[in-house]
């Protein structure tokens, strides 16, 4: 078997050279979220490197949460769960106690140029177009969010072809299944602001209430920015808790 060579940057130690292939091959989807990587065994001898080289390059991709051990089994490519993201403070509780996720409608998908905010997020060219869709989440039909993303469309312009109502409740498994496109990160903020009346008439409330906005810059497994988003929500809807020990 001939060894793969590794980058030839010889100021990195070996083990950052070896985690840089790895992630390339992550990023790649060679290796794919949800599946096995090979055994230490065997990226020793694909390598050509020591086996604490090895385990260094691993332990490294595991404490950034790109990989994560499984006793017994192995270790896997990370696939990140981002549904309770926003129900950590937007929780809707039926009559009888049980908490209610919010069902998504994407109202429009177009190609457009891209927004000052989105352009800087996404890392874009002066006039660099996005495919820009605008959703709803609802609740009993009443709506609870709504939102606005922004993708490059050099990466995710296969969604122009989709209509409103074939995207799935799911967005970024979508995005891998038609794009091959991954999300293994976000970064989220929350601001306080005031409805405009086009947004206090999408969620019935009044000009000027109080609204929460969550911006999410989400990234590639490579640490590109692949989305950006704004979910706007009502903030009398609004909860936060932490548990402090």
């Excluded at 499984?70 to 509780?93: C, E, K, M, Y």
Aim: hydrophobic share 40%; with cysteine; net charge negative.
């Amino acid at each position: 078997m001939s060894v793969t060579p590794l980058g030839q940057d010889e100021r990195l130690p070996l083990y950052q050279r070896l985690r840089d292939e790895m992630l390339a091959k992550i990023a790649a989807g060679q290796w794919l979220p949800g599946e096995a990587i090979p055994t230490e065994a065997e990226l020793t001898r694909q390598y050509g490197v020591a086996v604490g080289t090895v385990r260094k390059a691993v332990e490294t991709l595991v404490a950034e949460g790109l990989l994560v051990r499984a006793q017994g089994r192995g270790t896997f490519v990370r696939r990140p769960n981002f549904d309770g993201s926003l129900f950590r403070f937007f929780r809707q509780v039926s009559a009888s106690g049980l908490t209610q996720v919010p069902l998504s409608h994407i109202l429009d998908c177009q190609r457009v140029p891209a927004e000052e905010a989105a352009r800087q997020a996404l890392r874009l060219a002066e006039g660099e177009a996005c495919i820009h869709l605008q959703r709803l989440r609802l609740v009993e039909g009443r709506p609870l969010f709504h939102e606005r993303i922004w993708l490059p469309a050099s990466r995710f312009g296969a969604l122009q072809e989709i209509a409103p109502n074939d995207f799935p409740q799911l967005l970024y498994p979508f995005y891998e299944e038609h794009c091959g496109q991954r999300i293994a990160s976000a970064q989220e903020t929350l601001t306080v602001s005031s409805a405009d009346a086009s947004l206090a008439a999408t969620l019935d409330v009044d000009e000027g209430s109080p609204i929460v906005v969550i911006e999410r810059i989400a990234l590639g497994y490579d640490r590109t920015p692949l989305e950006y988003r704004l979910s706007r929500a009502a903030a009398e809807n609004f909860r936060y808790q932490v548990e402090i020990s």
